[in-house]
């Protein structure tokens, strides 16, 4: 079967999933606009491109289609899960993968906007902020859950909210909430409990990591310098006795000798033998290593060390020869018998979810929509996903990258009208927000051995199942 046959079938697929029939032309139309090789993937020059001989309709219906329908944008990315899980090959492992990734924009009006720290510009600025977790296997990685991040004064705000279309249910979270619900709704609907990777953003909270532990998963997290640990071969007293009134005592007992410290400070007491060279994966040119160090400690609580004595887990330190310090530290629950090269492997696959927002922006026009509603806002990155996920079932299934990201789609679509002036001419003035393309190679899958056969996700009828191997 070509692709072209099985890009019909996917949009089949995933139309089953929107409630009315009447929205599958909007489907294949939007998803077939973003895989298109345009400089700018809002709604009005795909519809251009899609259907140039009747530009402005179609663009009436894709914007309806996007900005208005209701539809799931969870049983879409169900769905984009049942037709790409199955060609990833889970024997080595997998990993739930948590970010956040920020959207450049001016004004006040779009959903959720405001002066906070971007990553794509590196600093505190006028943006909307989006959390997702991504499911990954060693041959690639697939966004399954998106929402975005509202902001405390978005959320009590009810004149911009009814403005924006936020779902009344909806109330403030931080981001470590909005990613712990969504691992928790994917944990309820059957998903696989693989280890969780994350920031130092999200890593740093205890609770965080506590509740992933709660729901029985494992995690390899990035955490700052000032986090404080019991250190190898240190041992707390037991807490105070019990003296029959109040709370019984739950913290650890220090002395003077019996200190815990910071992970910095750890780091730098290690001798230089502690640490290895390990290369972790092939990079574009040359395999990628590091220079690490792995010990067994306890974790004390905040900066003061007072907390209640908790499990011994991994520290894993990333230390180049050429820097004065060490420039990275993991916490990990992975088990106390894994090897360092493991260790390193498993946490340093968060490279992927990077690779994923590079490509979804880049390429599938992740951050081009124009709109300012909160529906909108999730339809279009719901659809840019999906094109992004059948591109990568694509690769998995010939084994290597599709010659032509987006060609086939290219090839069903007549080219524009030559007297075809866009809206946004002089004579129709439209606002457009900047956007700035960054160049990036495009996404190497590769695998060992040829994908093995996965469980299908089943359609939903009383309860959803998430079933890899």
């Known amino acids: 079967m070509g692709t072209s046959k099985r890009f019909d079938r996917y949009m089949a697929h995933l139309a ?44 009436q219906a894709l914007h309806h289609f996007v900005a208005k329908a209701e539809w799931s944008d969870a049983e879409v990315l169900r769905r984009v899960c ?43 600025d ?36 009814k ?18 619900q969504q691992l928790q709704t994917l944990l309820s609907e059957g998903a696989p409990r693989h280890c969780v990777l994350a920031d130092a953003g999200y890593g740093v909270d205890t609770g965080f990591r506590q509740s992933l532990s709660d729901m029985g998963l494992l995690y390899a997290v990035g955490v700052t310098s000032a986090v404080v640990v019991w250190p190898p071969g240190v041992e707390p007293l037991p807490p105070a006795p019990y003296g029959g009134m109040g709370r019984p005592p739950v913290v650890p007992r220090r002395t003077a000798e019996l200190q815990p410290m910071s992970v910095k400070a750890l780091a730098l007491s290690l001798p230089a033998q502690a640490f290895q060279t390990i290369s972790w994966r092939q990079g574009t040119n040359e395999p990628l290593s590091g220079r690490f160090a792995a010990v067994r400690v306890r974790h004390a609580g905040g900066n003061a060390g007072k907390s209640r004595l908790r499990p011994q887990e991994w520290l894993l330190i990333e230390w180049p020869a050429d820097q004065a310090e060490p420039v ?20 340093y696959q968060r490279w992927r979810i990077e690779r994923d927002y590079q490509d979804l922006k880049q390429d599938f026009g992740l951050g081009h929509y124009e709109g300012r509603g909160w529906r909108g806002f999730h339809h279009h990155a719901s659809l840019s996903i999906a094109a992004y996920a059948f591109l990568m079932a694509e690769r998995l299934i010939a084994d290597k990258p599709v010659g032509g990201k987006k060609n086939f789609a290219e090839r069903q679509v007549p080219a524009l009208p030559e007297d075809y002036i866009p809206r946004g001419s002089p004579a129709r003035p439209a606002t457009r927000d900047p956007f700035d393309h960054d160049a990036a190679a495009p996404t190497q899958l590769r695998t060992a051995r040829p994908p093995r056969p996965m469980s299908l996700l089943r359609p939903r009828k009383q309860k959803t199942t998430l079933v890899t191997q």
């Open 126 to 161: 006028n943006c909307q902020v989006a959390v997702s977790v991504s499911l990954a296997c060693d041959q690639g990685s697939i966004p399954v859950a998106w929402q975005l991040y509202l902001p405390e004064n978005w959320a009590q705000d009810p004149t911009r909210r």
């Open 16 to 59: 089953l999933g929107l409630g009315h029939a009447d929205r599958h032309a909007g489907l294949k139309g939007y998803c077939t606009g973003l895989m298109l090789p345009l400089a700018r993937k809002s709604v009005e020059p795909m519809a251009a491109r899609v259907d140039p001989l009747h530009a402005s309709a179609r663009h």
């Open 163 to 180: 403005r924006a279309g936020v779902p009344e249910s909806l109330r403030f979270a931080t981001k470590t909430q909005i990613a712990l």
């Open 328 to 347: 990275k530290y993991i916490l990990s629950t992975l088990p106390a018998s894994i090897s360092l090269n493991d260790l390193v492997s498993a946490a």
């Open 82 to 124: 049942q037709w790409v899980v199955p060609h990833m090959d889970f024997s080595r492992g997998g990993w739930w993968i948590i970010d956040d990734t920020g959207f450049p924009k001016k004004g006040v009006h779009s959903v959720g906007v405001a002066r906070q720290y971007c990553g794509m510009l590196g600093k505190q």
